[in-house]
């Protein structure tokens, strides 16, 4: 009950302010009136409507002015990209990325702050964000060094940036203003293999042990066996083959193993996709005289997940794998 008698209150309350107010905007207004004088006058504090000036018509760019400026402007991005053209793979084609990287930011600035002609406006916008564009993916593109890097002309290669910049300097070439910037090569990604057991590198002495290796992932892989530092030997084994290595010398064996796309001879590696890691457990081959002859260790690694396999794997810096 109380709570329905607080809600009538306040629905009473609400009425009787509500009829104030309407009794108190009939004398407002009358009091204005009064004010006036009763004469129906304007009200002298009104302000007077403020006159406009229009604002002035831009002056039209003209075409010789701007093709001069064009060239000023993408010159020094033009020099930076054919040193990324020239350049050898590596730290030096990583420096002179780079520098085109910074080069292109440059031009794209100046690009937004050029006036260009009517005709050649659009055109002249979507080279400054082409160009912009250009300049993260050539820093993007930079391989950085290590054993699995890509090369940046494969990078290059699939990314819009480049045929961005084509595209706007078409659009500015067919309205009379040519773009003068050779664009630097790019590459097709490679699928470089080896035949399945090639040994990459083979420092075995001698002895009766054999490894058999089978490869169930879905890349190529190398597995390479070590004694303290000293590489003994590394096997390339296709996806989905086995691959066995005969005259393992006797001895405790660290077992490293890789696996990517397109082995590069030069690196000894994989460059794309690339896993390095290593078998927890090491590798010990043995060599005895038994009753009736010689007994010999022979091993089996599979490189694939399975339910009850009983070896375990840890991931390694690519820069700790051994060559």
Known sequence: MKLLRARGAGRRSATALGAVLALALPLTACSGDGGGGGDGGADPKTP???ATTPAPTPTPVDPTAYRHALAKIVAPLDTALRRVDRAAEGDALDTALDTAG?????AAGRLDLE??????WSAHSELAGAVRDLGASLVDARSGGGRCATSPRITLRSDDALAS???ADAALTALGYAVDLKLPRTEKAKHRRLGNNTLVKDRRQGG???LVIKNGTSSDAVVTLTEGRRTNFTVYIRKGSDAGVRRVADGRYTVYFASGTDWSASKRSFTRDCSFQK???TADFHTRQVSGGTQYTILTFSLEKSIGGNATTSEVPEDEFPS
Not at 102 to 106: G, H, I, K, S
Not at 115 to 120: E, H, M
Request: charged fraction near 40%.
């Open 48 to 50: 007077a409507t403020a």
């Open 102 to 106: 910074t080069a292109a930011d440059t």
């Open 115 to 120: 006036r260009a002609p009517d005709d050649a």
């Open 165 to 167: 910049v084509r595209e």
């Open 208 to 210: 009766l042990g054999r």
């Open 279 to 281: 078998f927890d457990d």
